[in-house]
């Protein structure tokens, strides 16, 4: 690009798509790539707002230059240290030597050992100002959102919450850059995906920063990845996603996980699943958890209150496919579900004793009858299946009064 992008007066666009990377942190596909999202400010003083990942820096660089048209760059704001935002930190400072870095304690800790930098750093401490000339930043500590250092900062003048990896999304951001320039649907289910995948577990400290802030009147959202939020209504709705997804509250609807290696479970999935329509349930939503990435099934999880969860029995054990699941379940301490489940065994049963004792250790409230097939389905076992059915059903129903 060879002209700045701008956002608003003194705001500049500096980040990049990567439409190259298979999987998130090694993890979490993308299927449709992500943006790393870089923010400029040119005021008396000029100011940056976190890098991009290492791969990605001469597109960067050439954008922070041809923004900052020979002017000096004095403060790089960073908000969170994971390399997908600090990976140009090092480069950054070898061409731009003055840069003053600005950072809590945390920050400045990982930003000597990832980096090897302990100079020109400036320490701020929570609600500590930085005026700019016209801008004025405020700093808010939001600790664990999702890393210890994570931070975010408000520039009190134009009203613009820079929030690091908070409310951001998967996928590029393609042609616009703000929701006034693309389609925002677009992006909620990737932000819900976003959210489950690398946020989940911290319900608790992502309650405590909107809380923080909630006294602030913001007028944008610059997250680190994804659009840059500025209707009014957008900017309500990506915080009453957050606000949701962090109480751990589902919508009506339920998730049938399960694994199967020759149909037998999964007639027992579909036996369920029929009933819960019977009902009046619609969104029931089945994840063979061998084929579909996990990473959907967590963010489906996250969606709704009821969760079903059938594996065979394998090596007597769970099958390894819904083992993986209910790991991830448990490290995002994911609460206030509907729990039920079945499966099957052909000589001697395990899976549903092993589901059983996940869900003791799990504060979900149990539906329903567990049921145990012995090989194939058989009219006991239909019958059981429709009952659990029924349960979940029951439930969810219940909710709506
Ligand atoms: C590799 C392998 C290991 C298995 N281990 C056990 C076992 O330990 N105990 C058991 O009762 N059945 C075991 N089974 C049988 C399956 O649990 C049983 O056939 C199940 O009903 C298959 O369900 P599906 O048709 O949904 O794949 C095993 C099957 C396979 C292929």
């Avoid at 980096?115 to 700019?132: A, F």
């Avoid at 699943?273 to 994840?287: P, R, S, Y």
């Avoid at 079945?342 to 003791?360: D, H, L, M, Q």
Wanted: charged residues 25%.
């Amino acid at each position: 690009m060879l002209k700045p992008i701008q956002i608003k007066e003194d705001l500049y666009y500096i980040g990049v798509n990567d439409r190259t990377k298979a999987l998130f942190e090694n993890l979490w596909p993308l299927p449709k790539g992500v943006s790393y999202n870089s923010y400029l400010i040119l005021d008396e003083k000029t100011a940056l707002f976190d890098t991009v990942d290492v791969c990605y820096s001469d597109v960067f660089f050439q954008k922070l230059e041809t923004a900052l048209n020979g002017r000096p760059l004095d403060y790089l704001v960073i908000n969170h240290m994971e390399p997908d935002h600090s990976g140009s930190l090092g480069l950054l400072r070898s061409k731009y030597p003055n840069v003053e870095i600005v950072g809590n304690k945390r920050t400045a800790d990982m930003i000597a050992g990832f980096y090897n930098i302990t100079d020109n750093i400036k320490i701020i401490g929570d609600k500590e100002e930085l005026p700019l000339g016209k801008h004025n930043l405020v700093f808010y500590l939001t600790p664990m959102v999702h890393w210890p250092e994570t931070m975010m900062t408000y520039d009190t003048t134009d009203k613009i919450l820079f929030s690091g990896d908070a409310f951001g999304t998967f996928g590029t951001i393609d042609g616009g850059i703000t929701d006034r320039q693309l389609y925002p649907e677009r992006y909620y289910d990737e932000m819900i995906r976003y959210y489950s995948n690398v946020v989940g577990k911290f319900g608790s400290p992502v309650q405590k920063a909107l809380e923080k802030l909630s006294d602030l009147e913001i007028d944008y959202i610059c997250s680190t990845h994804g659009p840059t939020w500025t209707i009014p209504e957008q900017i309500q709705k990506v915080i009453s996603i957050y606000d949701k997804l962090s109480k751990y509250e589902g919508d009506e609807g339920v998730v049938i996980v399960y694994g199967s290696m020759y149909g037998n479970t999964e007639q027992m999935a579909e036996t369920i699943a029929h009933e819960l329509a019977m009902q009046g349930i619609k969104e029931v939503i089945m994840h063979n958890a061998s084929k579909r990435a996990h990473s959907y099934i967590i963010r489906d999880i996250f969606k709704y209150k009821g969760l079903i969860i059938g594996s065979p029995t394998y090596n007597n054990r769970l099958f390894p496919e819904i083992s993986a699941i209910l790991e991830k379940i448990e490290e995002r301490d994911m609460k206030n579900r509907y729990l039920s489940y079945f499966g099957s065994f052909t000589w001697a049963g395990a899976a549903v004793k092993r589901i059983g004792n996940f869900a003791e250790s799990t504060n979900f409230e149990i539906i329903g009858e567990p049921v145990e097939m012995k090989q194939s389905m058989n009219i006991p076992v239909y019958e059981a299946c429709v009952k659990l059915g029924k349960a979940m059903a029951d439930r969810l129903i219940q909710d709506r009064k």
